[in-house]
């Protein structure tokens, strides 16, 4: 399987950014899938948010499932995550070696963070349809420069039956009905 020990790592979906996001209408309930998918499969997550002094907290809706979860967000001020020691700390203890990346900006934090993680041998994919940045160009832009520095890139839905396998799973009825 090519996520056996996966890890998401949730990037800064924070009110002020989402007010000029790209996409915003359709990536916010993408977001609440995956959140909700990933909870299903029991793959943990790493939240994370950029100055929430400056940017405001995480999205209420997210918050919410990301709480249920049993989630608190980690702070950061630098752009990569990697920068934070506490993320560092997290990312460590939980013994993933496959990262998967959703959030905000494309080409600013959810590239950075990617672009450190990759320096440090870690496998990282990129969930291109649940990131964004403030225009389509800057969200391509990251994407491409992710790709670049040897990222894989998944959707959504393929990332969700990719950790499935197999319509035998026993959170298969739940997944699907999800995804519609």
Sequence with gaps: MKYANPILVFVDVQEKLNNVIHDKDDLIPRLEK???????????????????????TTVESLKEILKAGGNEPIVKNTFSAWGSMEFQEQLKES???????AGM??????FQTARDLLLENYDVDVIVDCVSSRTKENKDLGIDRMIGYG??????????????????????????RLIK
Excluded: M, R
Excluded at 34 to 56: A, D, R, S, T
């Design 34 to 56: 995956l959140l909700k998918g990933l909870e299903l499969l029991n793959v943990p997550v790493l939240w994370l948010e950029q100055y929430p002094k400056g940017l405001g």
């Design 95 to 101: 013994g993933a070696d496959h990262i998967l990346l």
């Design 105 to 110: 900006e494309s080409h600013i934090c959810v």
């Design 151 to 176: 990222a894989g890139t998944t959707g959504l839905e393929s990332l969700l039956f990719e950790l499935l396998e197999t319509a035998e799973h026993p959170k298969f009825k739940d997944i699907s």
